[in-house]
């Protein structure tokens, strides 16, 4: 039976559940792997997020050398 959490700091739901499964964990090397699968995830989020504003606003890599040209000419 999973032990009750009293969120008194304002946790998120990830952040409880983070910390319910870390009482599993029993070596350095499962934590890594852990932090690396959450690493993974959350930059896969990113890549869709930037993904769909990319589709949206119909960027394209012309527009960002066209950003990165004007932005050397302002320094």
């Given at each position: 039976?999973?032990?009750?959490?009293?969120?008194?700091?304002?946790?998120?739901?990830?952040?409880?559940?983070?910390?319910?499964?870390?009482?599993?964990?029993?070596?350095?090397?499962?934590?890594k792997e852990v932090k690396s699968l959450l690493r993974f995830y959350?930059?896969?989020?990113?890549?869709?997020?930037?993904?769909?504003?990319?589709?949206?606003?119909?960027?394209?890599?012309?527009?960002?050398?066209s950003w990165l040209k004007n932005s050397s000419k302002n320094t």
């Open positions: 039976m999973d032990a009750v959490i009293e969120n008194k700091n304002k946790l998120s739901n990830l952040q409880l559940e983070l910390l319910k499964s870390l009482k599993y964990m029993a070596s350095e090397k499962q934590i959350f930059a896969h989020q990113l890549d869709l997020s930037i993904d769909k504003v990319e589709t949206e606003e119909g960027f394209t890599a012309e527009t960002y050398e």
